[in-house]
């Protein structure tokens, strides 16, 4: 939960703990995985921190959080359709489908995307998350969850870029 609070400390939007899904007349609830997994980069976390904010700008993600103290950035809540780093959207979000086509992208999905560098012991650490909504025309609104994908990318990125 601290690592939730360190990540999410300065977006605008209060996050959802759990949401409400619909799959035909049923309706059920999710949890929403909001603390991420810290996984091991081969770079130092002062290198780490640095190789982030090019792999977000070569994502078309912008940094509307970036706190240089807490090791911590990412995009709040940015509108986009179809594709996001070039690839499409259902690549990364799972936002259901309607017709065999994967909502993620026919329709706008807002997401948000976070990062934190964690210094354990004497190695780095990356944590992302996350988290997406697609919107319906007429304005529904359908959750989305990860595939995880995109924090993979962004992890490749950070240990590549040695």
């Known amino acids: 939960m601290i690592l939730f609070a360190v ?7 209060q996050l959802p703990v759990e949401v409400t899904a619909f799959a035909g007349s049923r309706k ?10 810290t996984t091991p980069v081969s770079v130092s976390a002062d290198s780490a921190w640095n190789l982030l904010p090019p792999v977000y ?18 995009t709040c809540w940015k509108r986009v359709r179809g594709r996001l780093g070039g690839s499409q959207v ?16 026919a329709y706008d999905v807002d997401v ?27 304005g529904g609104r359908q959750w989305c969850q990860s595939r995880g994908a995109l924090e993979k990318r962004i992890h490749d990125a950070v240990g590549k870029s040695q």
């Open 112 to 138: 948000l995307v976070l990062t934190a560098i964690r210094q354990e012991g004497g190695s780095a650490g990356i944590a992302t998350i996350v988290l997406g909504w697609a919107n319906a025309p007429g």
């Open 28 to 37: 059920y609830t999710i949890d929403v995985d909001t603390v991420g997994v």
């Open 7 to 13: 990540l999410l400390g300065g977006c605008p939007a």
């Open 57 to 74: 700008a070569a994502l078309g993600l912008p940094l509307d959080e970036h706190d240089a103290k807490a090791r911590r950035l990412g």
């Open 90 to 105: 259902s690549r990364y979000l799972d936002c259901g489908e309607l017709r065999q086509m994967p909502n993620a992208d």
